[in-house]
């Protein structure tokens, strides 16, 4: 479909404004919602969420999508999308997908998910305001204890401990500051290893910061900041492999490309040779899959996904045929509850989000299988964010 210049004028505003430090919001705009409770037992279903913002005629309108998980087919869910009332930055599931946490302006609120994939508003008081945060990116510690939201003000942790209703309580969370750079938050990472109980974050020109974290108290401790090499190169994504001992991070600009450290005790960070390794233009978002030895970098100039197998001492080699087509301007990556699929949520469409399977004569490559739209009747559909059970 073709854009008028006008509506990507608008487009682009409302991607510049997602991307600016956002105002606490007020209870006003929090849409009214029944009143649920989830029990702790695990989902077994197969289903991906998609946040998107986009603009239509002057109105700003955000969305959420729903789809359920096949053999290579992503089908919509019935009552989707959902139309939010604020817009959405980051989505995330807890490990017994059975709850669904959005973050954005002024806002976190959660959804319980049912066997069939269906959503039902977590609320408390009435309202689906479960905790005020202006959220860049969000994470949940691997015991499900615990929700830890990077706040685009540039100096706060915001952390919440997560009840067995889903309901949050505000945690002491943590304040930082860097000695160089600009900070722009970008992303919030937990280790999923509870014996390397590690969190770390990106933020821009101003590197990154290296946390342990107590899974009893939720108390974080910082350990190390991670420098960018110079003022022209901006860190925007940060992932743990399986075991917790290697941090990678995904750097554009000057020296771009994915850099893995090793972490040593107390958190001390080694650079593996042979950094930083080669992505595509621009890697935002990074994804390790399911069996640990593929690290999957999503590239927002090009609408690329890099792909590398991930040695025992951290280093990374390319794919063959890396990198792969995907969306425009790549802005997540998740992978399903069954291992076998990879999504891409595309911030500037063509598609809106696409699937991938894992190649079978080339270990990791990845094969597109399937693409869908969010249903939003503008395009592009701005697709900001996807989480799946996993």
Known sequence: MSVGKGRIGRWLGLVVLLCL?????????????????????????DYAYVASAYASGSTDVYTL???SVGTGTLTKLSGFPLTLSFPPSALVVNPANTLLYVGGEGVIYGYSISSAGALTAV???????????????????????????????????????????????????????VTSGTIVPTSIKISPSTSNAYLAISLGTGGDLLYS???????????????????????????????????FIARSGTGTGVVPYTIGSGGALTLVTGSPFVAGNGPGSLLIDSTGAYLYAGNKVDGTISAFSIASTGVLTALSGSPYASGADVA???????????LSANLGGSPDVEMYSFDTTTVGKLDSVTTASTGDTEEPAGALAVALTH
């Open 65 to 67: 999508s729903g789809y």
């Open 213 to 247: 974290y107590s899974a009893s108290t939720g108390a974080l401790t910082e350990l190390v900041q991670v420098n960018v090499p110079s003022t022209s190169s901006s860190d925007q994504a940060v992932v743990f492999n399986a075991a917790g001992n290697t941090l």
């Open 21 to 45: 430090p956002l105002a606490v919001g007020c209870a006003g705009f929090f849409p009214k919602t029944t009143s649920t409770s989830t029990s702790s037992t695990t989902n077994t279903g």
């Open 332 to 342: 997540s990556l998740a992978r399903d509850n069954s291992g076998d699929y990879i």
């Open 123 to 177: 609320t408390t008081g009435g309202s689906s305001a479960l905790a005020t945060a202006n959220v860049v990116s969000m994470d949940i510690s691997p015991d499900g204890g615990w929700l830890f939201a990077l706040d685009s003000d540039g100096d706060t942790i915001d952390e919440f401990e997560i009840a067995s209703t889903g309901l949050l309580t505000a945690a002491t969370g943590a304040s930082y500051s």
